[in-house]
Protein backbone atom coordinates (compact mmCIF):
# COMPACT_ATOMS: atom_id res chain seq x y z
CA UNK A 1 0.00 0.00 0.00
CA UNK A 2 1.12 3.22 -0.75
CA UNK A 3 1.91 5.97 1.95
CA UNK A 4 -1.83 7.89 2.53
CA UNK A 5 -1.65 11.93 3.03
CA UNK A 6 -4.10 13.51 5.04
CA UNK A 7 -4.26 16.97 6.36
CA UNK A 8 -5.50 18.85 9.87
CA UNK A 9 -8.54 20.58 8.60
CA UNK A 10 -8.57 23.96 10.46
CA UNK A 11 -12.22 24.21 11.86
CA UNK A 12 -10.73 25.90 14.23
CA UNK A 13 -9.28 29.34 14.91
CA UNK A 14 -5.54 29.91 15.66
CA UNK A 15 -4.07 27.36 13.31
CA UNK A 16 -2.45 24.37 14.22
CA UNK A 17 0.18 25.81 16.99
CA UNK A 18 -0.63 27.24 20.07
CA UNK A 19 1.26 30.19 19.19
CA UNK A 20 1.45 34.24 18.20
CA UNK A 21 3.28 33.99 15.19
CA UNK A 22 1.50 35.04 12.02
CA UNK A 23 -0.13 32.79 10.32
CA UNK A 24 -1.23 32.76 6.45
CA UNK A 25 -4.46 30.18 8.47
CA UNK A 26 -8.15 30.92 8.53
CA UNK A 27 -10.83 29.01 10.22
CA UNK A 28 -14.13 29.88 7.69
CA UNK A 29 -15.87 27.49 5.56
CA UNK A 30 -14.68 29.33 2.43
CA UNK A 31 -11.85 29.25 3.51
CA UNK A 32 -11.73 25.27 4.80
CA UNK A 33 -13.37 24.72 1.12
CA UNK A 34 -10.37 26.63 -0.35
CA UNK A 35 -8.06 24.57 1.45
CA UNK A 36 -9.89 20.88 0.71
CA UNK A 37 -9.95 21.95 -3.39
CA UNK A 38 -5.79 22.80 -2.86
CA UNK A 39 -5.51 19.42 -1.09
CA UNK A 40 -7.28 17.24 -3.68
CA UNK A 41 -5.12 18.93 -6.28
CA UNK A 42 -2.16 18.20 -4.33
CA UNK A 43 -2.65 14.73 -4.10
CA UNK A 44 -3.78 14.54 -0.27
CA UNK A 45 -6.53 11.63 0.33
CA UNK A 46 -7.95 12.39 3.48
CA UNK A 47 -8.81 15.68 5.44
CA UNK A 48 -9.56 15.51 9.34
CA UNK A 49 -11.98 17.59 10.67
CA UNK A 50 -11.31 18.22 14.22
CA UNK A 51 -14.35 18.14 17.07
CA UNK A 52 -14.05 21.09 19.39
CA UNK A 53 -17.14 22.59 21.01
CA UNK A 54 -15.75 24.94 23.36
CA UNK A 55 -12.47 27.37 23.55
CA UNK A 56 -9.35 25.78 24.55
CA UNK A 57 -5.57 26.16 23.65
CA UNK A 58 -7.18 30.10 22.45
CA UNK A 59 -9.11 28.34 20.02
CA UNK A 60 -11.75 31.30 20.19
CA UNK A 61 -14.15 29.95 17.10
CA UNK A 62 -14.74 26.23 16.12
CA UNK A 63 -16.91 24.89 13.15
CA UNK A 64 -18.73 21.41 13.65
CA UNK A 65 -17.05 18.77 12.36
CA UNK A 66 -19.97 16.45 10.75
CA UNK A 67 -21.78 19.41 9.21
CA UNK A 68 -18.59 20.87 7.89
CA UNK A 69 -17.62 17.71 6.15
CA UNK A 70 -20.95 17.74 4.95
CA UNK A 71 -20.12 20.81 2.90
CA UNK A 72 -17.04 19.68 1.98
CA UNK A 73 -18.19 16.79 0.42
CA UNK A 74 -20.11 19.08 -1.89
CA UNK A 75 -16.76 20.66 -3.06
CA UNK A 76 -14.52 18.04 -3.60
CA UNK A 77 -14.21 15.67 -5.67
CA UNK A 78 -11.75 12.33 -4.30
CA UNK A 79 -11.03 13.56 -0.91
CA UNK A 80 -11.67 11.29 1.86
CA UNK A 81 -13.67 13.30 4.93
CA UNK A 82 -12.83 11.75 8.68
CA UNK A 83 -14.98 13.71 10.92
CA UNK A 84 -14.08 13.52 14.51
CA UNK A 85 -17.11 12.36 16.85
CA UNK A 86 -16.95 13.37 20.38
CA UNK A 87 -19.10 10.09 22.31
CA UNK A 88 -20.83 11.45 25.12
CA UNK A 89 -22.02 14.66 23.23
CA UNK A 90 -23.32 13.06 20.45
CA UNK A 91 -25.85 9.54 20.58
CA UNK A 92 -24.25 7.05 17.94
CA UNK A 93 -27.75 6.54 16.07
CA UNK A 94 -28.11 9.97 14.53
CA UNK A 95 -24.91 9.95 14.30
CA UNK A 96 -24.89 6.86 11.75
CA UNK A 97 -27.60 8.44 9.88
CA UNK A 98 -25.39 12.07 9.34
CA UNK A 99 -22.67 10.30 8.57
CA UNK A 100 -24.49 7.50 5.85
CA UNK A 101 -25.91 10.52 4.56
CA UNK A 102 -22.65 12.48 3.93
CA UNK A 103 -21.44 8.67 2.46
CA UNK A 104 -24.36 8.98 -0.41
CA UNK A 105 -23.43 13.02 -0.66
CA UNK A 106 -19.87 12.21 -1.62
CA UNK A 107 -20.42 8.41 -2.97
CA UNK A 108 -18.42 6.70 -0.20
CA UNK A 109 -15.80 8.99 1.09
CA UNK A 110 -16.52 9.67 4.94
CA UNK A 111 -15.09 8.14 8.04
CA UNK A 112 -15.28 8.62 11.79
CA UNK A 113 -12.75 9.38 14.21
CA UNK A 114 -14.06 8.85 17.24
CA UNK A 115 -12.35 11.35 20.09
CA UNK A 116 -13.13 9.74 23.47
CA UNK A 117 -12.21 13.17 25.25
CA UNK A 118 -9.83 14.69 27.04
CA UNK A 119 -11.08 18.55 27.66
CA UNK A 120 -13.35 18.22 30.58
CA UNK A 121 -14.88 22.16 30.52
CA UNK A 122 -16.97 20.76 27.55
CA UNK A 123 -18.68 18.21 29.16
CA UNK A 124 -19.36 20.42 32.23
CA UNK A 125 -20.64 23.26 30.26
CA UNK A 126 -23.17 21.26 28.45
CA UNK A 127 -24.46 19.56 31.85
CA UNK A 128 -23.11 15.97 30.60
CA UNK A 129 -21.02 14.22 33.51
CA UNK A 130 -17.52 13.37 32.89
CA UNK A 131 -16.30 9.56 33.36
CA UNK A 132 -13.41 8.45 34.28
CA UNK A 133 -10.60 7.50 31.73
CA UNK A 134 -11.09 3.86 31.09
CA UNK A 135 -15.18 4.52 30.76
CA UNK A 136 -14.54 7.25 28.51
CA UNK A 137 -13.13 4.55 26.33
CA UNK A 138 -15.57 1.96 27.24
CA UNK A 139 -18.36 3.98 25.94
CA UNK A 140 -16.83 4.92 23.00
CA UNK A 141 -16.51 1.36 22.57
CA UNK A 142 -19.61 0.48 22.56
CA UNK A 143 -20.36 3.58 20.35
CA UNK A 144 -18.27 1.99 17.55
CA UNK A 145 -20.35 -1.29 18.06
CA UNK A 146 -23.64 0.72 17.58
CA UNK A 147 -22.45 2.46 14.45
CA UNK A 148 -21.25 -0.56 12.50
CA UNK A 149 -24.32 -2.55 13.96
CA UNK A 150 -26.40 0.47 11.94
CA UNK A 151 -24.41 0.63 8.92
CA UNK A 152 -24.42 -3.18 8.43
CA UNK A 153 -27.34 -4.88 9.80
CA UNK A 154 -31.11 -4.89 9.03
CA UNK A 155 -31.88 -4.03 12.22
CA UNK A 156 -29.84 -3.02 15.24
CA UNK A 157 -29.52 -4.07 19.05
CA UNK A 158 -27.36 -3.56 21.55
CA UNK A 159 -27.62 -3.78 25.14
CA UNK A 160 -24.63 -2.10 26.77
CA UNK A 161 -23.69 0.03 29.98
CA UNK A 162 -24.12 3.35 27.79
CA UNK A 163 -26.79 2.78 25.20
CA UNK A 164 -29.66 0.34 24.56
CA UNK A 165 -31.08 0.06 20.90
CA UNK A 166 -34.05 -2.01 19.91
CA UNK A 167 -34.66 -3.42 16.66
CA UNK A 168 -33.86 -0.24 14.76
CA UNK A 169 -33.67 -0.15 11.43
CA UNK A 170 -30.85 2.15 9.51
CA UNK A 171 -31.88 2.97 5.50
CA UNK A 172 -30.53 3.45 3.44
CA UNK A 173 -26.87 1.85 4.18
CA UNK A 174 -23.87 4.04 3.43
CA UNK A 175 -22.46 3.49 0.36
CA UNK A 176 -19.20 1.69 1.55
CA UNK A 177 -18.96 1.13 5.38
CA UNK A 178 -17.14 4.51 6.78
CA UNK A 179 -13.52 3.48 8.40
CA UNK A 180 -13.08 4.13 11.75
CA UNK A 181 -10.28 5.93 13.17
CA UNK A 182 -8.83 6.60 16.45
CA UNK A 183 -6.19 7.58 18.65
CA UNK A 184 -5.14 7.55 22.07
CA UNK A 185 -2.02 6.07 24.23
CA UNK A 186 -3.34 4.36 27.31
CA UNK A 187 -4.12 0.74 27.14
CA UNK A 188 -7.58 0.99 27.21
CA UNK A 189 -7.38 2.73 23.90
CA UNK A 190 -5.03 0.21 22.56
CA UNK A 191 -7.50 -2.77 23.50
CA UNK A 192 -10.58 -0.76 21.95
CA UNK A 193 -8.70 -0.11 18.98
CA UNK A 194 -7.66 -3.69 19.20
CA UNK A 195 -10.94 -4.91 19.04
CA UNK A 196 -13.27 -2.67 17.05
CA UNK A 197 -11.45 0.22 15.58
CA UNK A 198 -9.80 -0.16 11.96
CA UNK A 199 -7.16 2.82 11.88
CA UNK A 200 -5.04 3.93 14.91
CA UNK A 201 -3.50 7.15 15.02
CA UNK A 202 -0.46 8.10 16.68
CA UNK A 203 0.41 11.57 18.19
CA UNK A 204 4.04 12.53 17.33
CA UNK A 205 6.91 10.44 18.20
CA UNK A 206 10.14 9.38 17.48
CA UNK A 207 10.69 6.21 15.05
CA UNK A 208 11.70 4.34 18.00
CA UNK A 209 8.43 5.39 19.82
CA UNK A 210 6.04 4.41 16.97
CA UNK A 211 7.66 1.40 16.16
CA UNK A 212 6.50 0.45 19.95
CA UNK A 213 3.56 1.64 19.54
CA UNK A 214 2.86 -0.58 16.49
CA UNK A 215 3.84 -3.92 17.77
CA UNK A 216 2.40 -3.41 20.49
CA UNK A 217 -1.08 -2.30 19.12
CA UNK A 218 -0.34 -5.28 16.11
CA UNK A 219 0.17 -7.79 19.20
CA UNK A 220 -3.07 -6.92 21.11
CA UNK A 221 -5.23 -6.92 17.61
CA UNK A 222 -3.88 -10.35 16.40
CA UNK A 223 -5.62 -12.22 19.61
CA UNK A 224 -8.80 -10.78 18.16
CA UNK A 225 -7.48 -12.29 15.02
CA UNK A 226 -7.99 -8.65 13.58
CA UNK A 227 -5.53 -5.98 12.05
CA UNK A 228 -5.55 -2.36 11.93
CA UNK A 229 -3.55 0.20 9.63
CA UNK A 230 -1.46 2.93 11.54
CA UNK A 231 -1.32 6.93 11.14
CA UNK A 232 0.93 9.19 12.64
CA UNK A 233 0.25 12.58 13.76
CA UNK A 234 2.85 15.57 11.97
CA UNK A 235 3.80 18.81 11.63
CA UNK A 236 5.53 19.60 7.91
CA UNK A 237 7.67 22.83 7.68
CA UNK A 238 9.12 22.49 4.74
CA UNK A 239 11.50 24.66 2.93
CA UNK A 240 14.62 24.97 0.44
CA UNK A 241 17.21 24.57 3.17
CA UNK A 242 17.00 22.57 6.41
CA UNK A 243 18.36 25.99 8.38
CA UNK A 244 15.42 27.78 6.82
CA UNK A 245 13.01 24.94 8.04
CA UNK A 246 14.48 25.05 11.37
CA UNK A 247 14.48 28.99 11.76
CA UNK A 248 10.56 28.67 11.16
CA UNK A 249 10.57 26.20 13.95
CA UNK A 250 12.35 28.44 16.52
CA UNK A 251 10.06 31.44 15.55
CA UNK A 252 6.75 29.53 16.12
CA UNK A 253 7.84 28.34 19.70
CA UNK A 254 9.80 31.93 20.46
CA UNK A 255 6.38 33.39 20.16
CA UNK A 256 3.79 30.65 21.75
CA UNK A 257 1.17 31.64 24.33
CA UNK A 258 2.36 30.35 26.98
CA UNK A 259 -0.74 30.91 29.03
CA UNK A 260 -3.06 28.63 26.39
CA UNK A 261 -0.06 26.14 25.91
CA UNK A 262 0.03 26.08 29.64
CA UNK A 263 -3.61 25.87 29.88
CA UNK A 264 -3.42 22.92 27.37
CA UNK A 265 -0.85 21.21 29.37
CA UNK A 266 -2.99 20.74 32.61
CA UNK A 267 -5.97 20.03 30.83
CA UNK A 268 -3.98 16.78 28.89
CA UNK A 269 -2.49 15.81 31.88
CA UNK A 270 -5.82 16.19 34.04
CA UNK A 271 -7.35 13.60 32.09
CA UNK A 272 -3.55 11.37 31.09
CA UNK A 273 -3.24 11.03 35.35
CA UNK A 274 -7.34 9.64 35.55
CA UNK A 275 -5.79 6.25 33.51
CA UNK A 276 -4.63 3.44 35.20
CA UNK A 277 -1.21 4.28 34.03
CA UNK A 278 -1.08 7.25 35.36
CA UNK A 279 -0.21 8.89 31.71
CA UNK A 280 -1.72 9.92 28.90
CA UNK A 281 -1.10 10.76 25.18
CA UNK A 282 1.47 13.86 26.44
CA UNK A 283 2.87 12.19 29.41
CA UNK A 284 6.21 13.02 27.64
CA UNK A 285 5.76 16.14 26.10
CA UNK A 286 7.77 19.25 27.01
CA UNK A 287 6.63 23.33 26.48
CA UNK A 288 7.97 22.98 23.08
CA UNK A 289 6.29 20.17 22.33
CA UNK A 290 3.01 21.24 22.96
CA UNK A 291 3.13 24.10 20.53
CA UNK A 292 1.84 21.80 18.49
CA UNK A 293 -0.77 20.21 19.94
CA UNK A 294 -0.73 16.80 18.61
CA UNK A 295 3.21 16.64 18.90
CA UNK A 296 3.61 16.78 15.54
CA UNK A 297 7.01 18.59 15.66
CA UNK A 298 8.74 15.33 17.46
CA UNK A 299 7.66 13.83 13.93
CA UNK A 300 10.12 15.41 11.96
CA UNK A 301 8.71 16.37 8.79
CA UNK A 302 11.18 19.50 8.88
CA UNK A 303 13.42 20.50 6.59
CA UNK A 304 14.07 20.08 2.82
CA UNK A 305 11.79 18.26 0.55
CA UNK A 306 14.50 15.26 -0.12
CA UNK A 307 14.80 15.25 4.41
CA UNK A 308 10.95 15.35 4.94
CA UNK A 309 10.21 12.64 1.99
CA UNK A 310 12.94 10.28 3.49
CA UNK A 311 11.89 10.62 7.37
CA UNK A 312 8.36 9.64 5.96
CA UNK A 313 9.69 7.06 4.19
CA UNK A 314 11.58 5.83 7.22
CA UNK A 315 7.93 5.67 8.83
CA UNK A 316 6.67 3.60 6.25
CA UNK A 317 9.45 1.40 6.80
CA UNK A 318 8.20 0.62 10.30
CA UNK A 319 4.47 0.19 9.28
CA UNK A 320 2.73 3.46 8.97
CA UNK A 321 0.62 3.74 6.36
CA UNK A 322 -0.60 7.72 6.91
CA UNK A 323 0.62 11.05 7.66
CA UNK A 324 -1.49 13.18 8.94
CA UNK A 325 0.10 16.85 8.45
CA UNK A 326 -0.73 19.93 10.19
CA UNK A 327 0.64 23.51 8.39
CA UNK A 328 1.79 27.01 9.21
CA UNK A 329 0.66 28.48 5.98
CA UNK A 330 -2.40 26.12 4.44
CA UNK A 331 -2.76 28.23 0.92
CA UNK A 332 0.99 27.62 0.27
CA UNK A 333 2.10 25.12 2.60
CA UNK A 334 -0.61 22.60 1.60
CA UNK A 335 0.57 23.27 -2.02
CA UNK A 336 4.25 23.00 -1.69
CA UNK A 337 4.25 19.74 0.10
CA UNK A 338 2.18 18.24 -2.68
CA UNK A 339 4.52 19.34 -5.70
CA UNK A 340 7.90 18.81 -3.77
CA UNK A 341 7.22 15.99 -1.29
CA UNK A 342 4.42 13.36 -2.01
CA UNK A 343 6.20 12.82 -5.29
CA UNK A 344 9.59 12.17 -3.96
CA UNK A 345 7.83 10.06 -1.27
CA UNK A 346 6.27 8.12 -4.55
CA UNK A 347 9.51 7.50 -6.57
CA UNK A 348 10.86 6.32 -3.33
CA UNK A 349 8.68 4.14 -2.42
CA UNK A 350 9.46 2.51 -6.08
CA UNK A 351 12.71 2.49 -5.62
CA UNK A 352 12.03 0.66 -2.45
CA UNK A 353 9.40 -1.76 -4.04
CA UNK A 354 12.18 -2.99 -6.77
CA UNK A 355 14.45 -3.20 -3.73
CA UNK A 356 12.24 -5.51 -1.94
CA UNK A 357 11.63 -7.61 -5.14
CA UNK A 358 15.13 -8.24 -5.96
Same mark, same amino acid.
Given at each position: MSMQFAYWVPNVSG =??????????TGWSFE???RYARIAEEAGFDYALLQTRFMASYGAENQLEAIALASALAVVTDRLKLIAAILPGLWHPGPVAKAITTIDHISQGRVAVNIVSGWFKGEFHGFGEPW??? !???? &? &?????? &??????????? +? !??? =????????? @?????????PPVFQGGNSAAARDMAA?????????? !?TIDGFRSQIEDVTER????NRKLRFGVNAFAIVRDTEEEAVEVLRQIIRYADPEAVEGFRSQVQFAGKASPEQEGMWSNSN %????VQYNDGFKTGLIGTPE?? +?????????? =?VDLVLIGFLH??????? %? =????? @???????? +????VTAT
Amino acid at each position: MSMQFAYWVPNVSG =GLVISSIPQKTGWSFEDNARYARIAEEAGFDYALLQTRFMASYGAENQLEAIALASALAVVTDRLKLIAAILPGLWHPGPVAKAITTIDHISQGRVAVNIVSGWFKGEFHGFGEPWLDH !NERY &R &RSEEFI &RVLKELWTQDK +A !NHQ =GDFYRIHEA @PHKPKPVAVPPVFQGGNSAAARDMAARVSDWYFMNG !NTIDGFRSQIEDVTERAASYNRKLRFGVNAFAIVRDTEEEAVEVLRQIIRYADPEAVEGFRSQVQFAGKASPEQEGMWSNSN %FDDLVQYNDGFKTGLIGTPEQV +ADRIIALKKI =GVDLVLIGFLHYDEDIQA %F =GEKVI @PLVKEKEA +ALSRVTAT
